[in-house]
């Protein structure tokens, strides 16, 4: 008997050839065991919802960073932007850390041209 034609029983343990539908041995059914052994999906909606919340907020502070709170909101965007549970896949955190990284960047590199415009003055 090959190895693919041998199935086990939940109850017993013991081996049955696969194409039975009850145990030889106790008599349990296979069907049954089949259909409650079927993985059941992952429950992960708390996960996705906390950060779909963070992205969400690294984003809008992108946006206060380019607004109202300049540095700020950009650095507070990026920092929660990471911290949003796999944020590669959160376009909102991944938008969020992309904004804020450029408006720092923009207000970094104005910061310095400043300096360097003051220091040639
Ligand atoms: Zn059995």
Redesign the pocket.
């Known amino acids: 008997m090959a190895l693919n034609d041998v199935k086990f029983?939940?109850?017993?343990?013991?081996k049955?050839s696969s194409d039975k539908k009850f145990?030889?041995?106790?008599?349990?059914s296979f069907e049954a065991a089949i259909k409650t052994a079927q993985p059941t999906q992952p429950t992960k909606t708390t996960e996705e919802k906390s950060s779909f919340s963070l992205g969400v907020v690294s984003l809008i502070a992108s946006i206060l960073g380019l607004s109202c709170f300049p540095l700020l909101g950009s650095f507070v965007a990026v920092i929660t932007g990471f911290l949003t549970t796999d944020w590669k896949s959160d376009k909102f955190a991944v938008a969020g850390i992309i904004i804020g990284f450029i408006s720092i960047a923009v207000l970094g590199g104005g910061l310095i041209l400043l300096i360097a415009y003051l220091a040639m003055v």
């Open positions: 029983c939940p109850e017993c343990g013991s049955n145990c030889g041995d106790c008599g349990a």
